[in-house]
DNA sequence: CTTTTTGCAAATGATTTGCATTAAC
DNA sequence: GTTAATGCAAATCATTTGCAAAAAG
């Protein structure tokens, strides 16, 4: 189901800035904040608000379209892959990246449960210094 | 050491806030925020500025007695808990508990490390809903 | 035509900064 | 006595909100 389809089985609307960003967020395969998805729209939506942009990136996260995580610095950054996957996120410069790796989680998940808080997910990121900053 | 000593061979001065407001984290065993870090310091430290709480918290966590964490929202939690353990974050009220589970993270950190990331540890948060909000 | 979504401008709120004063050493 | 650390007030900056105008259906 693409894009447009989801929103109108929600009620919702398939408008330019809503279909564009998402276009581009998957286009651009990276972590990005929500300035610099402004900047990666401003050639096909010129105009686009920044509220927009903020509201956009909230609608996809909560159609499990965009992930929305944490840098290190306090920055947020939105991930286009929807796929569970870790992060490796730098203290020293902020960025994250990926990684493709595999984590057991299920004993975090199951004494989760046991407290009878009702789990989605887990989440693993590694934190230290990457290879640009680490001379 | 104590913290007075893990200042002074730091070159860094023990002042009565920095000395308090540890002492109040550690005593208090959950995720705090900076204000109720203020609260919890108020009647022993009358007068303690916001700025001073936040410069003390970065510093305890530099020194590894204090880690900073984000919770859901977008809030900053501080955790007085230095030994590697999980969380579980509620995407509803925003709580941040502690897990004491087992999480294999070793895996994400040799990948890290193929990569030339330096990596200080890694921590898993377990998202979902917890007891009080899942009704 | 009706309702949602947008853009704008202003508000918010946590965190940071500059600087004079105070406290450690 | 020196220097680092504090408190205060003001600044910053990402994000949110209110509302009239525009666009989707």
Redesign the pocket.
């Known amino acids: 189901m693409n894009l447009?389809d989801a929103?109108?089985s929600r009620?919702?609307?398939?408008?330019?800035?809503?279909l564009v960003i998402h276009d581009a967020l998957v286009g651009l395969d990276r972590h990005v904040?929500?300035?610099q998805v402004r900047g990666a729209v401003a050639g096909r939506?010129p105009?686009?608000?920044?509220?927009?942009?903020?509201?956009?990136l909230?609608?996809l996260e909560e159609l499990g379209l965009v992930r929305r995580l944490r840098a290190g610095?306090?920055?947020?950054l939105y991930d286009p892959r929807p796929e569970p996957h870790q992060h490796a996120a730098c203290r020293v410069c902020g960025t994250v990246e990926d990684l493709d790796a595999p984590v057991d989680a299920s004993g975090a998940l199951r004494v989760a449960e046991q407290t009878g808080f009702r789990p989605d997910g887990a989440d693993t990121v590694v934190s230290g210094v990457c290879a640009r900053c680490a001379h």
Chains 1, 2 share one sequence.
């Open positions: 447009a929103l109108h009620g919702l609307r398939a408008t330019s800035q809503r904040t929500a300035e939506l105009g686009v608000s920044l509220p927009t942009v903020y509201a956009t909230d609608l610095g306090g920055a947020v």
